[in-house]
Nanobody, 128 residues
Framework: QVQLVESGGGSVQAGGSLRLSCVASGFTETRYRYRLAWFRQAPGKEREGVAS???????AYADSVKGRFTISKDNPRNTLYLQMNDLNPEDTAMYYC????????????????????WGQGTQVTVSS
């Protein structure tokens, strides 16, 4: 029943910024906590974890985006964000949000196998 819907993608020039949002619905079981993340996949490349956030605002980032991207969440609004600054053409990809349910404390993870719920993706294109 969990659904994730991304938005905020678009086309920007190198050096620009975008903020992605992911709105979740269907989290009807209040006993569970969630691990959340953003992934991306460029044409011809493997899907890679970009950023993850756990249960106490603990975050993890791929080396390629550290210092440029910031992941955050707004629990009352069931919304996950990815602020992307200083974008470059290598950031061009389809971006997906992902969630994993846990009955305990949610740790961060950038591994695909750690997530069960996925959004449909939003395209980010950065021109040089």
């Amino acid at each position: 029943q969990v659904q994730l819907v991304e938005s905020g993608g678009g086309s920007v020039q190198a050096g620009g910024s975008l903020r992605l949002s992911c709105v979740a619905s269907g989290f009807t079981e209040t006993r569970y906590r969630y691990r959340l993340a953003w992934f991306r996949q460029a044409p011809g490349k493997e899907r890679e974890g970009v950023a993850s956030i756990g249960g106490d605002e603990i975050t993890a980032y791929a080396d390629s985006v550290k210092g440029r991207f910031t992941i955050s969440k707004d629990n009352p609004r069931n919304t996950l964000y990815l602020q992307m600054n200083d974008l470059n053409p290598e950031d061009t990809a389809m971006y997906y949000c992902a969630a994993a349910r846990t009955s305990g404390w949610a740790t961060t993870s950038l591994s695909e196998s750690a997530y069960l719920f996925w959004g449909q993706g939003t395209q980010v294109t950065v021109s040089s």
